[in-house]
């Protein structure tokens, strides 16, 4: 090798040992799956507030979660970390993001032991966002939807009791606005309109405590339509079958041979 060949070589080698002694170009290691996903939970536990004020770390914690699905996607970790960015957005009220993530979550793992879980979340996600009765009922319907599958694919899962309780709850939520909407239409004497309300009830969302009421003002309704026999017939149905509503005795005053 020439002098020159050889100075050049050993340039060569010194510059390589300057970039590797230096930090500039050097590659952090990321920690493992596991160590992040550990980081990341203990970030969460510390949600806990004094005088209302909250001391979890959400952001970091998601941001953890998230290294662990860019770096180690085919994880076990990186579905746990799936689910837990979905709960952080759930504890902070971000209603959307967290539905956002337990949709996909349930889509993209459909045979994980999580799914019922996700499917009540999602319910739950609706449920926070739902108005009153007299508002529009859009996001109750969903949740309703959503506890339907639940129920139907799952039903000997653990979350399935809590979620025929919330059913139940927001079935009621449902019946409850069909009879304001038909209190709307009776007040402006659509007598029709109202007395098609008041039988979605008692077709749609029977058992659930609203019976008797949705009878009783299908017969006033009636009445107003001068449908007396079909009046009289619901208003013995009250009579027979609900005799300790809260209607009964009113029921029965419309009944002259009841008096």
């Given at each position: 090798?020439?002098?020159?060949?050889?100075?050049?070589?050993?340039?060569?080698?010194?510059?390589?040992?300057?970039?590797?002694?230096?930090?500039?170009?050097?590659?952090?290691?990321?920690?493992?799956?596991?160590?992040?996903?550990?980081?990341?939970?203990?970030?969460?536990?510390?949600?806990?507030?004094?005088?209302?004020?909250?001391?979890?770390?959400?952001?970091?914690?998601?941001?953890?979660?998230?290294?662990?699905i860019d770096n180690y996607p085919y994880s076990e970790y990186a579905v746990l970390a799936e689910l837990r960015i979905a709960d952080a957005h759930f504890a902070q009220s971000r209603w959307e993001e967290a539905l956002g993530y337990y949709r996909d979550f349930a889509q993209l793992h459909p045979d994980h032991e999580k799914v019922p879980y996700t499917m009540l979340r999602t319910a739950l996600c609706h449920e926070r966002q739902s108005e009153k009765s007299v508002?529009?009922?859009?996001?109750?319907?969903?949740?309703?939807?959503?506890?339907?599958?639940?129920?139907?694919?799952?039903?000997?899962?653990?979350?399935?009791?809590?979620?025929?309780?919330?059913?139940?709850?927001?079935?009621?939520?449902?019946?409850?606005?069909?009879?304001?909407?038909?209190?709307?239409?009776?007040?402006?004497?659509?007598?029709?309109?109202?007395?098609?309300?008041?039988?979605?009830?008692?077709?749609?969302?029977?058992?659930?405590?609203?019976?008797?009421?949705?009878?009783?003002?299908?017969?006033?309704?009636?009445?107003?339509?001068?449908?007396?026999?079909?009046?009289?017939?619901?208003?013995?149905?009250?009579?027979?079958?609900?005799?300790?509503?809260?209607?009964?005795?009113?029921?029965?005053?419309?009944?002259?041979?009841?008096?």
């Amino acid at each position: 090798m020439s002098r020159s060949a050889l100075l050049t070589a050993l340039a060569f080698v010194a510059l390589l040992a300057g970039c590797a002694s230096s930090g500039v170009d050097e590659i952090s290691e990321v920690p493992s799956a596991d160590r992040l996903y550990e980081q990341g939970v203990a970030m969460l536990e510390h949600d806990r507030s004094i005088l209302g004020v909250n001391f979890a770390n959400y952001q970091d914690a998601i941001d953890q979660f998230q290294d662990i699905i860019d770096n180690y996607p085919y994880s076990e970790y990186a579905v746990l970390a799936e689910l837990r960015i979905a709960d952080a957005h759930f504890a902070q009220s971000r209603w959307e993001e967290a539905l956002g993530y337990y949709r996909d979550f349930a889509q993209l793992h459909p045979d994980h032991e999580k799914v019922p879980y996700t499917m009540l979340r999602t319910a739950l996600c609706h449920e926070r966002q739902s108005e009153k009765s007299v508002r529009d009922q859009t996001q109750t319907r969903e949740a309703v939807a959503a506890l339907d599958q639940l129920i139907l694919r799952y039903p000997n899962a653990p979350e399935t009791a809590e979620a025929e309780e919330l059913w139940k709850k927001l079935r009621r939520k449902l019946a409850k606005q069909a009879l304001i909407v038909g209190d709307f239409y009776f007040d402006r004497e659509e007598y029709q309109s109202a007395a098609n309300r008041y039988q979605s009830v008692i077709d749609e969302f029977p058992g659930l405590g609203l019976d008797a009421e949705a009878l009783y003002k299908l017969g006033i309704a009636y009445r107003r339509m001068n449908r007396d026999d079909d009046a009289q017939q619901l208003f013995e149905v009250i009579l027979d079958n609900y005799p300790a509503s809260n209607v009964a005795e009113q029921a029965r005053d419309q009944i002259p041979s009841a008096q």
